[in-house]
């Protein structure tokens, strides 16, 4: 799914092309998208956008009147720029914010139809949609270990719990752990400080140099080919394929929607993940949809598992 890479790259192409425009018409062919009633959809025509932000891995449209449109696009759900008015496609998509300049097209792919679009109004209502997780770019060394040691998890849920760290996904955590050289299933109660300073150091260094090639390869024009299986990607993605840095094929874990990858002489002293002890781990600390791995069990101060 887009995550925080993605979706800056979004917001980046975004701005330019609706910031200081009107909403001229909004078109929904997928009913299912739409997850609010109340402002109802239709109350965003004739409104200015004032701002389009990110909220860990959601879209976020600042209009008139103290009205947000809130956008996840979960796994499958992309954004197309597309001629004003174009005709929404029969099969794929969702339906279109239109402006003077050009209509934006939502679509998902699949049968599973995960992404969801809220119309709230208010900063307080705006926070709600807010998982709590600090930002992995902004954060000090200080507060990021706090977050991270705030419970005892496994290193991939930690770093995919958006009520720990905004903003990282599946994808990105893979990529994450692999440059640090840890574990997806270390806990973090068994991190010492430097490894902790090590997965801190990784976090950031991976998430801005994959930013700054995500919008270098965009050069100005509206991204197109989102994915989350980059082939500038280590690990994710590449299962059986030669780490870039041992040459060891990758492997993986696979549990009900998720799928990890990581390098064993890498990350894990040798050692394939796949035994019963595994398969407990995850049962206790992996979500079995994906749905739950977009949640916060520990938001409101609840005792993780």
Not at 66 to 75: A, Q, S
Not at 93 to 121: C, M, N, Q, W, Y
Request: charged share 25%; hydrophobic share 40%; glycine share 10%.
């Amino acid at each position: 799914m887009p995550e925080l890479p993605e979706v800056t790259m979004y917001v980046e192409a975004l701005r330019p092309r609706v910031v200081g425009e009107t909403i001229v018409g909004v078109r929904l062919r997928s009913p299912s998208l739409l997850k609010s009633w109340d402002p109802p959809l239709s109350s965003v025509v004739g409104l200015g956008v004032r701002t389009v932000s990110r909220l860990g891995k959601r879209l976020v449209f600042g209009l008139d009147d103290d009205l947000f449109l809130v956008l996840h696009l979960m796994v499958t759900g992309r954004l197309r720029w597309r001629a004003p008015g174009v005709k929404i496609p029969g099969k794929g998509a969702h339906g279109a914010l239109d402006f003077p300049s050009g209509s934006l097209l939502i679509t998902e792919a699949g049968t599973k139809k995960r992404a969801t679009l809220h119309l709230v109004r208010g900063e307080a209502a705006l926070a709600d949609h807010h998982r709590g997780g600090v930002e992995p770019l902004e954060v000090g060394e200080e507060a990021f270990r706090d977050a991270l040691l705030r419970g005892n998890r496994t290193l991939k849920r930690a770093l995919t719990d958006p009520s720990i760290f905004s903003g990282i996904g599946g994808a990105h955590a893979d990529e994450i752990l692999w440059e640090a050289g840890l574990s997806p299933v270390q806990r973090t109660g068994n991190l010492d400080l430097g490894q902790v300073a090590r997965l801190r150091e990784a976090t950031r260094s991976h998430l801005k140099r994959f930013t700054a090639l995500l919008q270098e390869e965009m050069g100005g024009a509206f991204p197109e080919k989102v994915t989350a299986f980059h082939p500038a990607m280590a690990v994710h993605g590449r299962y059986r394929k030669p780490c870039p840095r041992c040459g060891a094929p990758v492997q993986r874990i696979v549990y009900a929607e998720n799928e990890t990858n990581y390098c064993a002489p890498c990350q894990t002293g040798g050692k394939v993940l796949a035994d019963r002890s595994l398969s407990r781990l995850l049962r206790d600390d992996w979500p079995r949809t994906l749905e739950a791995w977009e949640e916060s069990p520990m938001a409101g101060g609840g005792a993780p598992p």
